[in-house]
């Protein structure tokens, strides 16, 4: 297609759009199609580079809930959000809202295992593999060597014992292949589980950074959220185990080299092991911030378009061959998080706003268990009734250059105005289609399903996962800016469209009983 001829299409479908705007808000004064464009124009590659750089930097540490880190971004967000004239959309006209954690750590002064004259310390010789529990267990040790499935006879040996699994000697206590084989020996109703780690010294002081860092949990968590029963995994290093076994007749080199054969139990002669477990429990936070444009118009200013991204990431872990710690997560989700910015800038420089106020809500905790956005949507600082629909942006920034999914567009109309949308504005070469992955369940997986289970239509944008996804190799470098530049105009002129339209948006009646919390 020639230039002229692509002219002419993009102004013949740039008309249509405006003339269904128009007969929508029925007069009322809506920006012209040469302000959104103007307005659109201001979500560029260059902006979308450099705030991905910022979100996306070393200094953020990885921003991991909580961290200075995270709150170090969500600063910097209120104030591009505070320099763009937007108000803070909580009730003191502040912009950041802060909902608390429990974090727990384990008090090692007061936890040991103990096993006949042996007594170990944790973060020397043993550590949490799973969480910090509070609690006390004392009972038999048995042995386990090899792999595959239990017999019957051999649950009933496990039952009520402490039971220390010899992995192969270059396993490093965390081996993933063997979680299926620990959980099924704790459901057999062991005391405990003790999974053996050869690692060198290096390796387990790392382990013991991560695993001994505190456990963070939602700070209004149900109690019977909490277990109820104290049954400990943890990693021991072999050596230290070998010291428990010395003169029981268990060789712990030759049950290493066991690891492809069928599961066999080892008696220790009754050896009683004692576990203690202590912790400290306090109350910290993590923020969510909040911004609002208002509306122009005196009847529907009061309804809202929710804009959402998270800040997070998941932090940091042990250095690669590079010596890189840092998970930065430039797509998941620096990239959505930009797109909200990006889209609350362009809105801000129009003469006229949007007849329906705008939301701009960027959460955290999504890694954790979608934390922030429950905290918001639970605790809203507008009336959840009010807004009319969210669209959330999760990864935006890789993939094919010509195509976003949004998920969600059978739910709702929100679908058919999205196709609208994108038909009057096919300068963007940017196509909105289905979900292509319906049985990974991405509807349930972020942000948007919060607010989806209060009743508010929502679609999601997301690229999908690759190679990089929670991998160190997520980084700034590697966004497509120019792509993602131009998914932020065609949610920019998406959340215009809705904004300007008298009527609210609808649900799809069978979806909306199949989602809709109660």
Known sequence: MNKRSERCRHTGALAVAMLAIGSSTMHAQVASSADLEEAA????????????????????????????????????????????????GMPDGSFIQRYPLSSIELDMDRSSVAAGPERLRYGQDVLPLFGIAEGDSGADLIVISGSGNLSRAQRRQVDGRHVAVVLPRDAAGGDRQAFGFLNAIRKAGAASVLVTNSSDDGQWAAAARRSMSPSVSKGW???????????????????????????????????????????????????RMTIVQRTRDVTVTAPNVVAILDGSDPELRDEYVVY????????????????DSIFNGADDDASGTTAVIEVAEAMSTLATAPRRSMLFLLVSGEEKGLWGSEWYAENPTVPIESMVANLNADMVGRNWPDTIVAIGKEHSDLGETLNMVNNAHPELRMIAIDDIWPEESFYFRSDHFNFAKKGVPVLFF???????????????????????????????????????????????PASYARIVSD
């Open 41 to 88: 124009r201001t979500i560029s590659q260059a902006d979308f580079a450099w705030r991905i750089g910022v979100i996306a930097h070393d200094s953020m540490g990885g921003r991991n809930t909580p961290s200075s880190g995270l709150d170090m971004t969500a600063e910097w967000a209120a104030s591009e959000f505070r320099r763009m004239g937007l108000r803070g």
């Open 221 to 271: 968590a149900a109690e019977s959220e909490a277990a109820d029963t104290f049954v400990p995994m943890l990693q021991i290093r072999t050596a230290a185990l070998g010291r428990v076994l010395t003169g029981r007749g268990i060789d712990l080199d030759a049950l290493s080299g066991r690891a492809g054969s069928t599961v066999e139990l080892h008696e220790t002669g009754d050896l």
């Open 308 to 323: 959402s991204g998270h800040m997070d990431h998941i932090g940091m872990g042990a250095p690669d061959s590079t010596g």
């Open 462 to 508: 997301f690229n999908g996962t690759h190679d990089d996804y929670h991998g160190r190799d997520d980084e700034p470098d590697r966004i497509d800016t120019e792509k993602a530049a131009r998914i932020g105009r065609l949610v920019f002129y998406l959340g215009m469209e809705i904004g300007n339209r008298t009527e609210r948006p609808q649900w799809d």
